[in-house]
């Protein structure tokens, strides 16, 4: 009746799945410039334009999250992130990507950098949980029993980044000292570097979410009894088109043949339409 | 994909099954309430295990947060709810690890012919050797494989006697014991008690109930017979 499993988290396997390889020479700040809908619906890595190697790291991180496992030396073997790492390594030695400029060997400029390639990992599989946790938050019966949230450090770091002071900039308030808010309350979108309401909110922050029951969120003055949390109907409400009058024409036409009738790219601006492609 | 859900224990209580013989309507909301509840439980539990004693922390080494973390890797992050339906819930813990922990076993490698058991600080932060980057770091960096007189095998960096840095000039850094199996036991606190969950599913029950009927006029108890 409530069973306990270890079975793969579904959510998380959709998210991954719905993304489409971009090559791109586009930096991480580039990127951000496009609209989040279609941002949202790309796999892409900072300047890495071979769609052969986001197709293979894709499929990696797709394998790890689901939980497949694949056949190899000695049976079978699940993805892991140091496979991820050593086998994208030598995908990508064998594509060329590796930095001509020295300098830039070893440092996160590197597609083949350790550093990088964990963090693409990361990002990717933190992203896809957080989704799929933010989905079922919005369930109406899973709201009404833990409507609220709250932002917490999980793990350390050398030079932590001010959340607090980006909490209050995103309009958070503070109860008791403590950066909670409502599941659907705006903050969570404003907070995040890349405007969506789920973790990670800015690249290798340390921080997360603890859901708040019902009990908690009515004693922080979050809601009262009778108030009643309407689910979200949609993840983004904001940037649903963007500036991309400085991104070149070629860049911009691969868009739209990827993305067809979902992207309309008129005037310098690009505006994310949805439906099929 | 993987096998569907390895169903790993029931953890429904009498209360709630009385409460959901007696609900004709509400009892996907029952179930969703007493569902989130048991995350929330078993959450509190890993990032106490996460802050917790362990021999990595009295060894010195870094964390890799395991058990609470925040890269979507952690049994924290992984534990969520699966379907939710009016007759059941099912809360899945997404990690093979864990899945480990909690039964115990033997891991044998898969994809090569050892197991490497770090030895230092850095080979446990560094991760698997396969991830140490022969490519571009210094020779002396470098993991070489070695056997000791004993028989053991080890991947080490190796000085050459010339070299100034992490060796010293010289000398022989072991970084990973190399192994054809590891016997995990299975770890008695990977799971709260059945008693801490028990009670925590009884709570949400007892809650859910309360601040149901306190929605709805008194003499007419919402989805009750």
Do not use: C
């Not at chain 1, 579904?10 to 941002?39: D, F, N, Q």
């Not at chain 1, 949609?234 to 963007?242: G, I, K, V």
């Not at chain 2, 080979?123 to 000791?148: F, H, K």
């Amino acid at each position: 009746m409530i069973d306990l499993g270890t079975s793969p988290f579904t959510a998380a396997v959709e998210k991954l799945s719905a993304g489409t390889p971009i090559g791109s020479i586009l930096k991480t700040a580039e990127w951000s410039r496009l609209p989040l809908e279609l941002r949202e619906s790309a796999f892409f890595s900072s300047t890495i334009v071979s769609s052969k190697w986001l197709e293979e790291a894709q499929s990696k991180i797709l394998a790890a999250v689901s939980q497949t496992r694949e056949k190899v030396a000695r049976g079978t073997a699940l993805m892991d992130r140091s496979v991820f790492v050593a086998e994208m390594r030598a995908l990508g030695a064998e594509l060329g990507l590796r930095p001509t400029d020295p300098s830039k060997v070893d440092t996160l400029q590197d597609p083949l950098s350790t550093r990088r390639l964990r963090l693409v990992f990361d990002m990717q599989t933190a992203s896809a949980t957080g989704y799929g946790e933010w989905k079922m938050g919005n369930d109406a019966d899973m709201l009404d029993a833990f409507p609220a949230q709250e932002l917490v450090r999980k793990e350390g770091r050398k030079a932590p980044r001010q959340w607090l002071k980006r909490w209050e900039e995103a309009g958070g308030k503070l109860v008791n000292g403590r950066m909670v808010a409502l599941k659907t309350d705006a903050v969570w979108t404003k907070l995040s570097r890349f405007g969506r309401p789920w973790p990670p909110f800015d690249f290798q922050s340390g921080m997360g979410l603890i859901e708040l029951d019902r009990a908690e969120s009515e004693d922080l003055g979050l809601l009262t009894a009778d108030d009643i949390v309407e689910p979200a109907s949609a993840p983004f409400t904001q940037d649903m088109q963007a500036d991309v009058s400085g991104m070149s024409p070629r860049f911009l036409a691969g868009l739209k043949a990827i993305f067809g009738q979902q992207v309309q790219i008129a005037n310098g601006k690009a505006v994310w339409t949805g439906g099929t492609r | 994909m993987s096998d569907a859900v390895v169903k790993t224990q029931d953890f429904a209580t009498p209360l709630l099954k009385e409460a959901l013989a007696t609900m004709t309507t509400g009892r996907r909301a029952l179930l969703m309430s007493v569902a989130g509840a048991t995350r929330q439980r078993l959450r509190a539990h890993f990032r106490a295990r996460q802050a917790g004693d362990s021999k990595r922390k009295r060894r010195g080494w870094a964390p890799k947060y395991f058990w609470s973390g925040s890269r979507g890797q952690s049994v924290e992050e992984n534990t969520q709810i699966g379907t939710v339906t009016s007759d059941s819930a099912t809360v899945v813990i997404a990690s093979p690890a864990f899945a480990m922990k909690l039964k115990g076993g033997t891991i044998t490698p898969k994809r090569g012919k050892f197991l490497a058991m770090p030895l230092r600080a850095e080979a446990y932060a560094a991760g698997s050797p396969r991830e140490w980057d022969n490519q571009t770091i210094r020779s002396e960096m470098r993991l070489v494989p070695i056997r000791s007189k004993s028989g053991n095998l080890f991947l080490a960096q190796v000085g050459d006697g010339n070299l100034r840095g992490l060796l010293g000039g010289s000398g022989l850094r072991l970084q990973y014991l190399l192994v054809r199996k590891v016997e995990q036991k299975a770890d008695p606190n990977a799971l709260p008690s059945e008693a801490e969950m028990g009670e925590t599913i009884d709570k949400a029950t007892d809650d859910h109930i309360t601040r149901r009927l306190s929605r709805v006029p008194k003499n007419k108890p919402e989805g009750t017979k």
